[in-house]
């Protein structure tokens, strides 16, 4: 059974930092793109950032580039998100999902496996 366990979420003042992980388990982590997306309440889930198997290849929607970056550790089984200048629009329930390809992808259809999520609350 794949379990994908976020954590690090919290709440945090505008222009702050967070760094989110999330812990692989039950899927051979090493071959899995992974990916983080958010939603906030009243709007679609959205794609914030992918990355292929390795970690050599990574995705950000253009809203975060340059202030979010995601990695990975194989080791571990734990793909993280830097979270830097945090914006409130920021703010949103934050998941970890996981895909059976290797290869990287914005598409949250791309992915099969999803965590529970951790909250981010980003105060003005």
């Known amino acids: 059974q794949v379990q994908l366990v976020e954590s690090g979420g919290g709440l945090v003042q505008a222009g702050g930092s967070l760094r989110l992980s999330c812990v692989a388990s039950?899927?051979?982590?090493?071959?899995?793109?992974m990916g983080w997306f958010r939603q906030a309440p009243g709007k679609e889930r959205e794609f914030v950032a992918g990355l292929n198997w390795s970690g050599g290849s990574t995705y950000y929607a253009d809203f975060v580039k340059g202030r979010f970056t995601i990695s990975r550790d194989n080791a571990k089984k734990t793909v993280y998100l830097q979270m830097n200048s945090l914006k409130p629009e920021d703010s949103a329930l934050y998941y970890c999902a996981a895909s059976r390809l290797s290869r990287g992808t914005s598409d949250q259809y791309g992915y099969n496996y999803w965590g529970r999520g951790t909250q981010v609350t980003v105060s003005s």
């Open positions: 039950g899927l051979t982590f090493g071959l899995s793109a």
